[in-house]
C-alpha cells in the first residue's frame, strides 16, 4: 500500500501510508468516514504542481497515524447552467476542462500561463494570470459542495463563507465539486515585444512600473542575472521582454498555441504576435511545459504602488549573493566525470505580472491591510534560480537564498507569498498579511477538528497550535 508522491520537477516528495483513488463521491465519503475514528491523514493532491510544500503529504512514520495521498481524477461530472455558470467535479484538469467548454462556446474567465493543474488545486492556493483588472482564479469560484473530516458534504456559497473557502489552500476539507463563473468564447492578440532597459537599475524599476501603467494585460520578463564563469560573479542583463494581450475580432486560423514562448518552450525574446482563443492564447498545454529540472522559486504579491523600489531592493539583493554561488560553479571535473548535463550557467531570471486584488480571506492579493489610497492592484514580483545541473544540495542553497527576502522586504513592502510556490514565512508574518486569519482557522478547526488535513508546512505557517504536538 505504501505509495511515494513527488511534485512536477520531482525535488520534493513524501511517502504515504497509502494511495486511495475512489470512483465516485459516494465511495470517498464511505473512505472519510471509515478513517474519522481512526484520525488518518489525509492529503488529496492534484497534478504536483507546486514548488512548495503545501500539498506534501505527511511521510509515514512520521506520526503515530497513518497518512493517506487521494485523488479526485474519477470526479468528472460537469453541468452547463443556462446562467453562464458551470459545475464540474475536483477531478477535472485544466488542459480537459477548458477544450470541453470551448465546444460549448465558453471560457473561464483568466488563467496562468499553464494548463497542467488540476482546477480545484490551482484555483484554491491562489495561482493567477496578468492583468490589473484581472482576479486570481479563486475569484470565479460562485460555489463549493467541501467534504469535511467526519464525511459530512457542505454546501458553500455567497452566503456561507464562501470568501473563506476559495483559497482554501488543502485545508478546509475535501473540495469534490465547484460551481465558477463562465463566459462567451473570445480571442485575443499576443504581442512580444523587445525593449532596451536602462543600467540603472533605478531607472529600470520606474520604467517597468510606466509599462505597468500603460498595458492592461502584460507579462515583463527581465531583467535577469547571468553568471560569468570568467568574472564568478552574476551579471545584471536589463533588456526586457514584453508579452502583452489585447481583446481582438480576429477569428481566422488560432496560431499561438503553436508557438508559445512561455515555460522555456520557445524564444520570447523577439517581436512577433499572434492570435488564438483566449484560454489558448493565454496558457500553455502539458506538453509545453518545456523545463522540469530544479528550479527554485517564489512570487511575491505587493501593491502595485511598491512595486519600483521594491523592484530595486530585490533586484540588488540577488545580485549581491555572487559570493555565495562561487563554490557551486567550479564543478566542472566532476560534471564531466559522471557525464551530466548542464547549462552553461547559473542564472535568476525575474518576471513581474500585476493582479486586481480582491476580498477572499487567504488570498495573496487580499485587500484588507492596503493603506485608504491604495489602488487595489497588486503587481508580482517572481524569481526564479535555475541551477546549471540537478543537484539537492544546490537546490537546498537556493532555497536558502529564497528564504531571506520576506524578512528583510516583507514588512516594508507589505509582501505576500505565493502559496504554491517556496514560502517560509511564519505564523506571526502570516497573521499581518491576512487579517482574517483567525476567522478562518475558526472554520478550519470546525472542519477538520482532529488535524487530519494538515501537514507540518501548513502547521507551521498558520499557526496551528492545536495541531502541533502531532509533529513534536
Known amino acids: ?7 512536477w520537477q520531482v525535488d520534493i516528495t513524501c511517502e504515504a501510508s497509502g494511495f486511495f483513488v475512489p470512483a465516485n463521491e459516494s465511495e470517498l465519503v464511505d473512505f472519510v468516514k471509515y478513517h474519522y475514528p481512526r484520525k488518518t491523514l489525509l492529503r488529496p493532491v492534484g497534478n504536483g504542481h507546486g514548488f512548495g510544500n503545501l500539498t506534501t503529504c505527511v511521510n509515514d512514520g512520521e506520526t503515530e497515524r497513518d497518512s493517506y495521498i487521494l485523488s479526485l481524477t474519477n470526479l468528472k461530472d460537469l453541468q452547463i447552467h443556462e446562467n453562464d455558470t458551470v459545475t464540474f467535479g475536483g477531478g477535472w484538469d485544466l488542459v480537459d476542462l477548458i477544450p470541453t467548454l470551448h465546444s460549448h462556446g465558453l471560457q473561464v474567465q483568466n488563467l496562468g500561463s499553464e494548463k497542467v493543474q488540476n482546477y480545484i488545486g490551482a484555483s484554491t492556493t491562489g495561482t493567477h494570470g496578468t492583468g490589473k483588472q484581472n482576479q486570481n482564479l479563486a475569484n470565479q469560484i460562485i460555489g463549493l459542495r467541501v467534504l469535511d ?11 456561507h463563507n464562501l470568501e473563506a473557502f476559495r483559497v482554501a489552500i488543502g485545508a478546509l476539507g475535501i473540495i469534490v465539486e465547484v460551481t465558477i463563473k463562465v463566459e462567451p468564447l473570445s480571442w ?3 504581442t512580444s515585444k523587445v525593449v532596451e532597459g536602462s543600467s540603472n537599475i533605478t531607472e529600470l524599476y520606474q520604467q517597468i512600473a510606466r509599462y505597468g501603467d500603460q498595458y492592461e494585460q502584460v507579462n515583463i520578463l527581465g531583467p535577469n542575472l547571468i553568471w560569468d564563469p570568467s568574472t564568478q560573479q552574476l551579471v545584471p542583463s536589463t533588456n526586457l521582454t514584453l508579452v502583452y494581450w489585447e481583446e481582438t475580432d480576429f477569428h481566422g486560423t488560432p496560431n499561438c498555441s503553436i508557438d508559445f514562448c512561455s515555460n522555456d518552450c520557445g524564444r520570447c525574446n523577439r517581436d512577433y504576435h499572434c492570435y488564438d482563443y483566449k484560454m489558448d492564447g493565454i496558457a500553455t498545454t502539458p506538453p509545453g511545459i518545456c523545463y522540469r529540472g530544479f528550479m527554485g522559486q517564489f512570487e511575491h504579491f ?4 511598491n512595486l519600483p523600489d521594491a523592484g530595486v531592493d530585490y533586484f540588488h539583493h540577488a545580485l549581491s549573493q555572487s559570493d555565495r554561488m562561487i563554490s557551486y560553479q567550479n564543478i566542472n571535473e566532476l560534471i564531466a566525470a559522471e557525464g551530466m548535463a548542464r547549462y552553461e550557467s547559473d ?10 486584488g480582491d476580498e477572499t480571506w487567504l488570498s495573496p492579493v487580499n485587500t484588507h491591510n492596503l493603506k485608504p489610497n491604495a489602488s487595489g492592484i497588486f503587481a508580482t514580483l517572481e524569481y526564479s534560480w535555475i541551477p546549471s545541473y540537478n543537484n539537492f544540495t544546490l537546490q537546498w542553497f537556493y532555497q536558502d537564498l529564497l528564504s531571506e527576502f520576506i524578512p528583510k522586504f516583507g514588512e516594508t513592502y507589505n509582501v505576500r507569498p505565493h502559496w504554491n510556490k517556496m514560502l517560509f514565512n511564519n505564523e506571526t508574518y502570516t497573521s499581518t498579511i491576512y487579517p482574517k486569519l483567525s476567522d478562518w482557522l475558526a472554520i478550519q478547526e470546525q472542519m477538520d477538528p482532529q488535524c487530519q488535513f494538515v501537514n507540518p508546512f501548513l502547521v507551521n505557517s ?5 495541531c502541533r504536538s502531532l509533529f513534536e
Open 462 to 466: 498558520l499557526g496551528l497550535d492545536r
Open 302 to 305: 505587493l501593491p502595485i504602488e
Open 347 to 356: 542564472e535568476v531570471t525575474v518576471i513581474t505580472r500585476f493582479v486586481k
Open 1 to 7: 500500500m505504501a505509495y511515494r508522491w513527488f511534485n
Open 149 to 159: 473530516a467526519k464525511g459530512n458534504i457542505h454546501v458553500i456559497d455567497k452566503d
Open 188 to 190: 485575443l492578440k499576443r
